[in-house]
């Protein structure tokens, strides 16, 4: 069972180690609910999150009754019903939104991503879509009550292969769903929900543009790519020239945050844990070193990267939140 192997594997010259999922807490808690469904089988689509954003803001504490399934929705949205239904269920998924049984609302995260005076409120820069790859496949995401991507974090997380097709994914779902005693769910509803997964981060043309190629901007990250035409596909481990020091100081300080570790953090949980900065954007430990490699200078003196009697670790030297990381790297960096 992929669930259960401990093995090593080899890429770009980097020891990558399979976590089990036993050593998972976040899935083995007995406090997560998985889900499968709701995005009625669609990636977000370009301009989707911003509409959809926009017109939560605009009508806020309004009943998610009311702004997604009113008579009014498909006008308001300018897509079809079951695309209606994609956009809440998407901005749900990214944490943009908080949404009751009364009513749904901005949230925080996206109010400094995507408001007036956000961060960058018509998702233009790439950093932006990184974050919400983070936010899709990050251990903080697991924690939140209405966590809805479920295999988009046990597939970059966990799943064991950098090479795949969609059935093995299927039957790796199959598998951690056994292992973890969840309630069974059917394969048609796992195909759609990897189906999804993966027209999300990979065109499904290649070399041209297409109306179907652009369905999501995230298969811009080039986390997964497609091989030849034997339908395999396989993750992009190693550097990421366009994942900003910026994005990755905000994830690690999320990470830490949820790792319950305070002080220091090792270098090794910081790649290899489950919801990890190195798991999520499939980098390796020659990759974080180059990144972390001025960490003292790149916080304004928050983390220092130190190495003790072998074990390699960050050491937090003030309080610094995801947001302090990201406009720390900001100012520093004009190109992050």
Not at 157 to 175: G, M, T
Request: with cysteine; net charge negative.
């Amino acid at each position: 069972m992929h669930a259960r192997r401990t093995e090593e594997i080899l890429i770009t010259g980097d020891k990558y180690p399979v976590i089990t999922m036993i050593r998972d807490q976040l899935l083995n808690g007995g406090q997560y609910k998985p889900s499968f469904s709701g995005h009625e089988t669609f990636p977000f689509r370009y301009g989707w999150l911003k509409k959809g954003f926009d017109e939560v803001a605009d009508r806020e504490n309004m009943a998610a009754f009311q702004m997604f399934k009113d008579t009014d929705a498909i006008a308001t949205f300018g897509v079809g019903k079951n695309m209606v239904t994609s956009i809440r269920y998407w901005l749900n998924a990214v944490g943009l939104v908080s949404e009751s049984s009364k009513a749904v609302a901005p949230s925080e995260f996206g109010h400094w991503l995507l408001g007036e005076e956000g961060r960058d409120p018509y998702l233009e820069a790439r950093d932006s879509l990184f974050l919400i790859h983070w936010q899709l496949c990050g251990a903080p995401a697991m924690q939140a009550d209405n966590h809805k991507t479920t295999s988009w974090y046990l597939v970059f997380n966990h799943f064991p292969d950098l090479v795949f097709d969609k059935p093995d994914l299927v039957l790796f779902l199959e598998e951690v769903i056994a292992e973890n005693q969840w309630s069974s769910v059917a394969t048609a509803t796992l195909e759609r929900d990897i189906d999804c997964l993966i027209r999300m981060y990979v065109p499904s043309t290649q070399g041209a543009i297409s109306e179907e190629s652009l369905d999501s901007p995230m298969s811009e990250l080039g986390l997964i790519h497609k091989i030849s035409e034997r339908k395999k596909f396989g993750f992009n481990c190693g550097p990421k020239p366009t994942l900003s020091k910026r994005v990755f100081y905000y994830a690690l300080m999320e990470f830490w945050s949820s790792s319950g570790e305070k002080s220091s953090l090792a270098i090794d949980r910081i790649l290899h844990d489950p919801g990890s900065p190195g798991r999520v954007f499939k980098i390796t430990k020659q990759s974080l070193a180059e990144i972390i490699d001025s960490a003292f200078l790149d916080t304004e003196g928050a983390l220092d990267w130190t190495q003790t009697a072998g074990l390699s670790q960050l050491t937090l030297r003030k309080d610094y939140s995801p947001m302090d990381a990201y406009e720390a790297m900001s100012r520093t960096h004009e190109n992050v």
